[in-house]
C-alpha cells in the first residue's frame, strides 16, 4: 500500500540552527501538508499546500517556517533559526484531491529535538 | 476551524469490552475523519464519515456522526490489547485544508 515517507526520523539540532524535514507523499496525490506534535499535546496543524503555493496556514507557521516541493516527489519543511520550543514530532500527510473531504494519509513522523 | 474535542480524555478497561470515545465540534462540516496513534508513531486513519452520513462501520469500528448535536463517537467492539493508543477525531470542511485535531482520548485496553 503507498505511503508518506518522511526523513530522517530523528535529528537533534543546535538552537538557532536551521533544519529542513522532507517528505515524499503518495505519488498521486496533490494536497500536502504538515502537522506537528509537542510531546504529549495534540497535533497541530502548519500548514496545507496545493499547485505549488500555500493554501491554509496556522498562527504556528509565522516566517521562521517554509515549505517547497522543489521537484515532483519532495515535499520540505524548513525551520529557520530553531528554538528550543520547536521540538517536536513533525508529521507530513498528503491526499489525493479526486474526492472532496477524503483521506488524509500521514507519514511516520520526524521527530525533532532542538537542544 | 473546525477543532474536534474529545471525550474522555482518557479511557481503561479489560479485553473484551467495548470501548466508546466521543468527539464534539463546533463549525459546520464536510466529514469528520478517526485517526489512531500508538506511542511516538504516526497517524492511522481508520474510518471516514462524510455530512451527510449517521453511522458507519468498519469491522469492529462503529461510527456514528449527528450534525444536529455536533457530534461523533467510536465505538471499538471487542476490544484488544492491541487497541491500547490514542485516539484522534478530526474535522475537515469542503476542501480539508486545514483539517485540525482534538487532544485525542488515551484508550487502555488490559489483557
Known amino acids: 500500500e503507498p505511503e508518506v515517507t518522511q526523513t530522517p526520523s530523528h535529528q537533534v539540532t543546535q538552537m538557532g540552527q536551521e533544519v529542513i524535514l522532507r517528505c515524499v507523499p503518495i505519488?498521486?496525490?496533490?494536497?500536502f501538508y504538515w502537522y506537528r506534535q509537542i510531546l504529549g499535546q495534540k497535533v497541530e496543524f502548519l500548514v496545507s499546500?496545493?499547485?505549488?503555493?500555500?493554501?491554509?496556514k496556522s498562527e504556528i507557521f509565522d516566517d521562521q517556517f517554509s515549505v517547497e516541493r522543489p521537484d515532483g516527489s519532495n515535499f520540505t519543511l524548513k525551520i529557520r533559526s530553531t528554538k528550543l520550543e520547536d521540538s517536536a514530532m513533525y508529521f507530513c500527510?498528503?491526499?489525493?484531491?479526486?474526492?472532496?473531504?477524503?483521506?488524509?494519509?500521514f507519514g511516520e513522523g520526524s521527530w525533532l529535538t532542538v537542544v | 476551524s473546525q477543532q474536534g474535542e474529545e471525550d474522555p480524555q482518557a479511557l481503561s478497561i479489560q479485553e473484551g469490552e467495548n470501548a466508546t470515545m466521543n468527539c464534539s465540534y463546533k463549525?459546520?462540516?464536510?466529514?469528520l475523519q478517526w485517526y489512531r496513534q500508538n506511542s511516538g508513531r504516526g497517524l492511522v486513519h481508520l474510518i471516514l464519515?462524510?455530512?451527510?452520513?449517521r453511522e458507519k462501520h468498519s469491522g469492529r469500528l462503529r461510527v456514528t456522526l449527528d450534525t444536529s448535536k455536533k457530534s461523533s463517537s467510536l465505538l471499538i467492539t471487542a476490544s484488544r490489547a492491541a487497541d491500547t493508543a490514542s485516539y484522534f477525531c478530526?474535522?475537515?470542511?469542503?476542501?480539508?485544508?486545514?483539517?485540525?485535531f482534538g487532544a485525542g482520548t488515551r484508550l487502555t485496553v488490559k489483557p
Open positions: 499546500f496545493y499547485n505549488n503555493e500555500i493554501s491554509e
Open positions: 478530526a474535522t475537515g470542511d469542503y476542501n480539508n485544508n486545514d483539517m485540525r
Open positions: 464519515i462524510r455530512s451527510n452520513e
Open positions: 500527510a498528503s491526499r489525493n484531491g479526486v474526492l472532496t473531504g477524503n483521506t488524509i494519509y
Open positions: 505519488s498521486n496525490h496533490l494536497y
Open positions: 463549525t459546520s462540516i464536510n466529514n
